[in-house]
Nanobody, 124 residues
Framework: VQLQASGGGLVQAGGSLRVSCAAS????????MGWFRQAPGKEREFVAA????????YYADSVKGRSTISRDNAKNTIYLQLNSLKPEDTAVYYC??????????????????WGQGTLVTVSS
């Protein structure tokens, strides 16, 4: 499976941005998906996850209330809407696919496929 993230860019603090991840090469709609991010000099961290149907979502506390994860299975694409952005949201954002078919999780080791990342930079 191939995952292609896009939509990153430079945005001012308080602004909004939507990043996307297009999947190909597998039955996308059968699997949970997630977003992670890695800031310069920091470890990769979980951001949000969405169930295969889109009916369940799970967010990290750091973005809860400011972000929305969604998916369009007809387009094999997931999205992450980021609002009220802060400079500390600056990071490379990665999408990932979880083939375990269990509960939604922020454990990166349960995600088998990863996109190449898209850079989000928030200026103060």
């Amino acid at each position: 499976v191939q995952l292609q993230a896009s939509g990153g860019g430079l945005v001012q603090a308080g602004g909004s941005l939507r990043v996307s991840c297009a999947a190909s090469g597998r039955t996308f709609r059968s699997y949970h998906m997630g977003w992670f991010r890695q800031a310069p000099g920091k470890e990769r961290e979980f951001v949000a996850a969405i169930s295969w149907s889109g009916g369940s979502t799970y967010y990290a506390d750091s973005v809860k209330g400011r972000s929305t994860i969604s998916r369009d299975n007809a387009k094999n694409t997931i999205y992450l809407q980021l609002n009220s952005l802060k400079p500390e949201d600056t990071a490379v954002y990665y999408c990932a696919l979880d083939t375990t078919r269990g509960y939604l999780t922020g454990d990166s080791y349960k995600y088998d496929y990863w996109g190449q990342g898209t850079l989000v930079t928030v200026s103060s």
